[in-house]
């Protein structure tokens, strides 16, 4: 009864997407059975609901790995974990000028955002100030600054926001149900914490997941249906490159099919909030990368990820105005 291929008229097939009320999880999971001729459907109702729901412009993000290696947490998929063995640089975190000058190439790249992150569950206070140092600078550099660094206090949160703070990113990772198969130093109900007192110091949240690592369809879609009741602004998607040392090193890539159709179903869940591609693009799309935008993302991080190589600037720009599109 769900997406029904022969209609005319995708709107008449999935009203909740256009009026940004989003599908049922009936739903999702129904479109997410969706294979071949009726697959390529799928993009394009969601390519549809992403010019009604959020018009013409790409929102370009861009990240500095500021303190990397070291961290203290288990994550199964991180190579900056202590209990990896991944052979990453561990380096302390960058003094300020280091961390604005980023922002500034990342700037006259096309940036338009700038996250800050940092391995471990939580700086140290003297850390924050100094980030909180970084934030203002990089405002007043004329970019918006965000940060990633782990489980912030309301009263952290604050501090940041005072400083020029325009968004806080904290991912879910995946359902509250898989998620102690992927950590077990922290809880999946301290990260919500998290995502709310980001919310109430009045910031905007970046809240979304990993994929590929394990997860089942209804641990996507579970996943998406708290990321909507926290209301977040950014929903990142980001595939898992399994990096040898991690637990996860023996995973295989998700095709790029099912990639994109993840991509498209949060989209048609979530058709008010900008659905974002981050890390794995480059590596698991592949020559498909062309693709997120047709299959209803309106953003992208552009350049490296935190210890892997990215996309370059250049040619995501190349890509948004070829594919018609406006970089905000």
Known sequence: ???????STEELACPGAFTGKGISKEAALAAARLEGHALIRLFALANAVRQKQRGNLVDICAIVNAKSGGCPEDCAYCAQSGKAR????SYPLMPVKEIVFNAKKAHEAGARRFCVVTSGKKPSKK????????VTAIRKAGMLPCATLGILSAEELRLLKDAGLERYHNNLE???RFFPHVCTTHSYKEKVKTAEAAKRAGLSLCC?????IGETWEDRVDMAMEIKRLEADSVPINFLIPVK???LEKSAMLPPLEALK?????RLLLPQRQIRVCGGRLQCLGEFNSFVFAAGADGILTGNYLTKSGRQP???????KDFGLLSA
Not at 127 to 134: D, G, T
Not at 208 to 212: E, M, V
């Open 86 to 89: 991944s052979g990453i640089t």
């Open 1 to 7: 009864m769900y997406f029904s291929i022969l209609k």
């Open 245 to 247: 040392g991690t637990r």
């Open 262 to 266: 993840i991509i498209s179903v949060y």
């Open 174 to 176: 995946t359902s509250e």
């Open 208 to 212: 979304g997941g990993l994929f590929g």
């Open 127 to 134: 850390e924050l100030a100094s980030i909180a140092k970084a």
């Open 314 to 320: 250049e040619a995501d720009l190349r890509l948004i």
